[in-house]
């Protein structure tokens, strides 16, 4: 038996919940808008995640096939503020993930010492920064850093548009993994694949 409040969404959901029940994105979501004059529309909604993919300040943004611009994105009151725009296409100018570990004893779930290899799994906070978007007009890439200017008529007045949000990982170190020379990256990538090949996620559901 569903709960009272969720019997219109049952109705409406029949044997597809996940058409109207988002089951992989349970962030919060920002709501799409669309201003003209006294008229708002709405153009759907996306999870912080998605935001950061499609729809970060001055973004081209496609709904139901059609370009929009994002000209403001409002964070507290989680508010996506949209105008028509010619059909030019923009990614993310992404910097690299920063990863706090959150190593006080309510965060550490497991640790394990082989030798002088430290493994833990434990809380960790990720932030995701972008810095810019890179634009394509008929083949022109232009890259605008922010803050955006404010003649191009979309605001973003900050140098970085951020998402934090807390997950879980483990955290490997050796402290031959900070010798000069030691191709850590490449290291990690062989870890990856190797974890992959043994359990059985997605690989776009692992970090």
Same mark, same amino acid.
């Given at each position: 038996q569903a709960p009272r409040d969720l019997l219109s969404m049952k109705n409406e959901a029949k044997e597809r919940p996940n058409y109207t029940f988002p089951l992989r994105e349970v962030e919060s979501q920002f709501r799409v808008e669309r201003v003209q004059g006294?008229?708002?529309?709405?153009?759907?909604?996306?999870? @912080? #995640? /998605?935001?950061m993919r499609?729809?970060?300040?001055?973004?081209?943004? %496609? %709904?139901?096939?059609?370009?929009?611009?994002v000209t403001r994105v409002t964070v507290k009151t989680h508010q996506v503020q949209v105008r028509r725009e010619k059909r030019y296409t923009t990614r993310p100018n992404r910097l690299p993930d920063r990863v706090f570990p959150q190593l006080s004893a309510a965060g550490i779930h497991e640790a394990r010492q082989y030798d002088r290899l430290a493994v833990v799994e434990?809380?960790?906070?990720?932030?995701?920064?972008?810095?810019?978007?890179?634009?394509?007009?008929?083949?022109?890439? !232009?890259t605008y850093l922010y803050p955006l200017p404010r003649e191009l008529g979309f605001f /973003?007045? /900050?140098?970085f548009f951020n998402r934090n949000y807390f997950t879980?990982?483990?955290?490997?170190? @050796?402290?031959?993994?900070? !010798?000069?020379? !030691?191709?850590?990256?490449?290291? #990690?990538?062989? !870890?990856f694949e190797a974890f992959l090949l043994n359990v059985p996620f997605e690989r776009g559901d692992i970090g």
């Open positions: 006294p008229t708002t529309s709405s153009l759907g909604s996306l999870s @912080h #995640a /998605q935001l499609e729809a970060y300040p001055g973004a081209i943004y %496609y %709904y139901a096939t059609l370009p929009y611009r434990g809380n960790l906070l990720v932030r995701e920064s972008i810095n810019g978007m890179i634009e394509n007009r008929g083949g022109n890439e !232009v /973003q007045d /900050q140098p879980t990982g483990v955290m490997l170190t @050796h402290p031959d993994l900070a !010798v000069e020379g !030691v191709a850590a990256e490449t290291l #990690a990538e062989a !870890v």
